[in-house]
């Protein structure tokens, strides 16, 4: 299967309720380097997009700070191709985090994209998706920025904050973002295959 073929099955996807939500969306980009995420958000599925909302456009900041070109550099994604969504007190639709059941559900698309792609390295991006990769006893607080082993793919991983949690860090968002600053550096001194274009 190739990763056209994966991305048209993908979209076409009705395992789960949330598929109501918006048309699932598998990612994009190229290269040996696979980011993975937890799950698309409002801007991610109306766009049908991963990573364009504002936490989106954080991590792609700090990605071309270092040189990394979506579409080119990295392959992204998330560990579920859907929205998952709840209910504010106000009555809106509001993101939240996957179930269980809906991550086993969509995760046999990952290992696909995985079979494809091949990826060198891996870049979990929050605790979701480090848990889930990494290892069930991965810590995003102690362990972010570390090379590790990923149990699922045995492939060097390493997991950096979200994007969305540092943005809510109002009083300490500098310091975290020059943090993930630095670990997305240490990805590409981890992996000298990556090959970054001009
Ligand atoms: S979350 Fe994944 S498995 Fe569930 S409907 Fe969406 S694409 Fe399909």
Do not use: W
């Not at 190739?2 to 949330?18: D, F, N």
């Not at 109501?20 to 409002?42: F, H, Q, R, T, W």
């Not at 270092?66 to 990295?74: M, S, T």
């Not at 082993?149 to 950096?160: F, L």
């Amino acid at each position: 299967m190739t990763i056209s073929e994966l991305r048209l099955q993908v979209a076409s996807c009705k395992k789960c309720s949330i598929h109501s939500n918006g048309k699932p969306v598998l990612g994009d980009g190229a290269g040996k380097l696979l980011v993975i995420g937890e799950a698309l958000g409002g801007d991610e599925i109306k766009l049908q997009k991963p990573f364009v909302g504002k936490a989106g456009q954080l991590l792609m900041e700090v990605f071309e700070s270092a040189g990394l070109n979506r579409g080119v550099d990295y392959f992204i994604t998330n560990i579920v191709k859907c929205r998952p969504v709840s209910t504010s007190q106000y009555g809106n639709p509001i993101n939240r985090t996957p179930t269980p059941q809906e991550i086993q559900a969509c995760l046999p698309y990952l290992d696909q994209t995985v079979d494809i792609l091949k990826p060198e390295f891996i870049l979990c991006v929050g605790a979701i998706a480090s848990k889930v990769i990494i290892s069930s006893t991965f810590s995003i607080t102690s362990q972010r920025g570390e090379v590790v082993t990923s149990k699922r793919y045995k492939v060097p991983s390493m997991a950096v904050l979200h994007p969305a949690y540092i943005l809510r860090q109002h009083e300490d968002f500098d310091r975290l973002k020059l943090q993930l600053k630095v670990d997305v550096f240490n990805v590409l001194n981890n992996m000298p295959k990556v090959e970054v274009q001009d």
